[in-house]
Structures are given as C-alpha cells and as structure tokens.
C-alpha cells in the first residue's frame, strides 16, 4: 500500500488512539459498602449452592457459574470446587479453569529451565481435549484429574493436588523432568 493512501486511514484513527479515557467517578463509601455488602450475599448463596449434598446440583450448579463474565464469581466457584471432596466437582473445576486461561505455563521446579507457555488455541469443553501452541501445535486432553499434553516424541503428564496445582512429568526418550503448572488464581 502507498503511503498517500495510507495517511488518511492514519488521520482519522490518531483522534481516537490518543484520546484519553472516560473518567470513572468513585461511588461513596456507602454505595460501595452497599454494593460489595450484596455481591458478598450472593456469593455466599453460590458457596452454599455448590456445597449441596446433591452431586446433581453441585456439578449444574459450579458448570453454569464456571461461564459468567464476572470473574470474581469464576474464581470462587474454582475455589469451592478445588477445595470440595467430590472427585467429579474437582476434575470439572480443573477443566473449566485450564480452558479459562489463555496459556499454560509450565514450570521446571528445582531447575534452571525457563518456564514453557503453551497458548490454548482450541478447547472443547465436553471431551477435554485441547489444542496447544509452543511454536508447533501440540494435542492435550483433560482426563479427570490428570493433564496431558503431546508434543514430537514428549509427554506432558500432570495430576492435580491438594494444593491446586498440576504436577507430574515432563517425559522425553529416558529423561524425566518435573513438571508443575499453578492454578490458582487467574
């Protein structure tokens, strides 16, 4: 594309890019009380939602709220499912918080090694199976409680803790590596 061309697509969409942001005005200390006093409600009743001794509503329950745009909300529904004994809520919680990140970061604990971030480019939710990108495509799957993810002759095999975090392997010809990805937080 010339340059005469390209000047008044320039122009036109400068104004824009350097215009500063709106101004946010700070709600009063009592609307924000009032406020944060309902939101911590509600998401007492989601806890007590997803601590429900039916699996049934447990499982519906934490699906519907692991998909809301609020991420406070997401965040706390990984929490309780973490933190729950009930192998299913974990193994979806460990899903749906995976697929929720852009990337995967890989850590070699104990070593010298960078981390490796592996970008989510598909996902699909109801199989578990992923799509990862580290240079090339690597196929993973979610497999209950355990991770794994292929790449040329290598396997990535984690599991998850106590502690959320995914730990395991990096496996390649007769070398072994440990493995750990943190999930907490976003």
Same mark, same amino acid.
């Given at each position: 594309?010339?340059?005469?061309?390209?000047?008044?697509?320039? +122009?036109?969409?400068?104004?824009?890019?350097?215009?500063?942001? $709106?101004?946010?005005? #700070? %709600?009063?200390?009592?609307?924000? /009380?009032?406020?944060?006093?309902?939101?911590?409600?509600?998401?007492?009743?989601?806890?007590?939602?997803?601590?429900?001794?039916?699996?049934?509503?447990?499982?519906?329950?934490?699906?519907?709220?692991?998909?809301?745009?609020?991420?406070?909300?997401?965040?706390?529904?990984?929490?309780?499912?973490?933190?729950?004994?009930?192998?299913?809520?974990?193994?979806?919680?460990?899903?749906?918080? +995976?697929?929720?990140?852009?990337?995967?970061?890989?850590?070699? $604990?104990?070593?010298? #090694? %960078?981390?490796?971030?592996?970008? /989510?480019?598909?996902?699909?939710?109801?199989?578990?199976?992923?799509?990862?990108?580290?240079?090339?495509?690597?196929?993973?799957?979610?497999?209950?409680?355990?991770?794994?993810?292929?790449?040329?002759?290598?396997?990535?095999?984690?599991?998850?803790?106590?502690?959320?975090?995914?730990?395991?392997?990096?496996?390649?010809?007769?070398?072994?590596?440990?493995?750990?990805?943190?999930?907490?937080?976003?």
């Amino acid at each position: 594309m010339h340059l005469n061309r390209l000047a008044p697509l320039v +122009l036109a969409v400068l104004p824009a890019l350097s215009a500063p942001a $709106p101004a946010q005005t #700070l %709600p009063s200390p009592e609307s924000l /009380l009032a406020g944060a006093s309902e939101q911590g409600a509600l998401m007492d009743k989601y806890r007590e939602i997803l601590r429900n001794p039916d699996a049934d509503i447990r499982h519906s329950a934490f699906i519907q709220l692991a998909v809301v745009e609020d991420p406070l909300i997401r965040q706390m529904a990984y929490d309780e499912a973490f933190s729950a004994s009930d192998a299913t809520l974990r193994a979806l919680a460990l899903r749906y918080s +995976l697929f929720d990140r852009e990337s995967i970061i890989v850590q070699y $604990p104990g070593s010298e #090694l %960078p981390p490796d971030a592996y970008r /989510l480019v598909e996902r699909n939710y109801s199989t578990g199976e992923f799509v990862a990108r580290s240079g090339n495509t690597r196929p993973g799957r979610v497999q209950g409680l355990q991770v794994m993810i292929e790449y040329n002759r290598c396997m990535l095999e984690l599991a998850l803790n106590d502690d959320d975090m995914l730990v395991g392997e990096q496996i390649c010809a007769e070398q072994r590596i440990p493995i750990q990805v943190d999930l907490r937080g976003m």
